[in-house]
């Protein structure tokens, strides 16, 4: 089993950058895909990144390619994701994922384990 504790939202200006971590419990990180997700006020949770278990394969959903990084340093039990030049319409709640099944599951949206929530605020 893991806990997941998710970190680093904030309010930014549109053309900003803010990075979320993720930090998990555990011994085991580094057998669990990894995985972002976000969820904004009325609409329904949306795949936003995913990372294979070495950190090798990465999948990001098309409106943030270009602008987010999804990395993960399995020394330190940590996914994190870089945003940058956010827009408005990145806002939302941004949830952290894991499981063991593999990142097709994560990306998917079928994680066993999600963190809490880390609030992101983008300004125009």
């Known amino acids: 089993q893991v806990q997941l504790v998710d970190s680093g939202g904030g309010l930014v200006q549109a053309g900003g950058s803010l990075r979320l971590s993720c930090a998990a419990s555990?011994?085991?990180?580094?057998?669990?895909?990894m995985g972002w997700f976000r969820q904004a006020p009325g609409k329904e949770r949306e795949f936003v990144a995913a990372?294979?278990?070495?950190?090798?394969?990465?999948y990001y959903t098309d409106s943030v390619k270009g602008r987010f990084t999804i990395s993960r340093d399995n020394a330190k039990n940590t996914v994190y994701l870089q945003m940058n030049s956010l827009k408005p319409e990145d806002t939302a709640v941004y949830y952290c994922?894991?499981?063991?099944?593999?990142?097709?599951?994560?990306?998917?949206?079928?994680?066993?384990?999600w963190g809490q929530g880390t609030q992101v605020t983008v300004s125009s």
């Open positions: 990372i294979s278990r070495s950190g090798g394969i990465t």
């Open positions: 555990g011994r085991t990180f580094s057998s669990y895909a």
């Open positions: 994922a894991a499981d063991l099944r593999g990142v097709g599951t994560v990306v998917a949206g079928r994680s066993d384990y």
